[in-house]
């Protein structure tokens, strides 16, 4: 017969969602089909990927889809697939896969900049442009204030518990916005390259397409999975008892005073 305190262990354990796994696993299969799907379409019409010559250029979108698409999307989904891990090891994990996606995009950021300069092309004039600017900054800040109320213990628990539903919206909207970014950067690469053509049906715009509608389904499947009250990561017992204990430390309350 099982322990009395196995039994306690796996009564502890947050349960998860019948069907959670299999939106997460469908989540991953579009994610990877997307970034194996733009490595096919660089390789197969756009002559591949190297650091020099003209080549350069398609470091960016590569990287761009890996770090702010796909990264960024599982750093999302941390809280959902985690469930009964401690809660600083989640935030240590949501928190370095977030920096391995900035640090990805920061090198497709290099990339096209540097080949612009090689090439004498104008930056920073389309709206394509303006956008992945935009989603740079804002990315950046969140991970900034993300870490500084919620891996360092400097905030107080009720300035954290304030902050939170804006560190979730803002997360899932900058998710969205890169998404979108992304659609943007496609079409006007096609419309450079195929120009009328584009209207032919070509098969590296049919391709492209594809992909656009992939990453529409990677950025809807994720979204979905984050707007599931239900699917929500359970509050660990001690991660109550703790956020009691600091509250009456750091605020002067009690806990019987809620």
Known sequence: MPSGRSMDSRAGLAATPGALPYYVAFSQLLGLT?????????????????WEGALQFNVHPLSMVIGLIFLQGDALLV?????????RTTKVLHGLLHVFALVIALVGVV?????????G????YSLHSWCGLLVLVLYFVQWLVGLSFFLFPGASFSLRSRYRPQHVFF???????????ALL??????LFKL?????????EGV?????????????????????????????????QALSMDFKTLTEGDSPGSQ
Do not use: C
Not at 111 to 119: E, L, N, S, T
Not at 185 to 190: F, N, Q, R, T
């Open 185 to 190: 950067g496609l079409k006007e690469a096609l």
């Open 79 to 87: 809280y959902r697939v985690f469930r009964n891990e401690t809660k």
């Open 121 to 124: 092309y104008a930056d920073l």
């Open 171 to 181: 997360g899932a909207a900058i998710f969205l916005l890169s998404v979108g970014t």
């Open 195 to 203: 120009g009328a053509k584009y209207s032919t049906f070509e098969a």
């Open 34 to 50: 997307v970034v194996a799907m733009t490595g096919a379409w660089l390789g197969l019409y756009r002559g591949g990927i190297a």
């Open 207 to 239: 391709l492209a397409n594809v992909l656009g509608l992939l990453l529409v389904g990677f950025g809807v499947t994720v979204l979905y999975i984050l707007t599931r009250s239900d699917w929500k990561r359970p509050p660990q017992a001690e991660e």
């Open 111 to 119: 990339a096209v900049f540097d080949y612009h300069r090689k090439k």
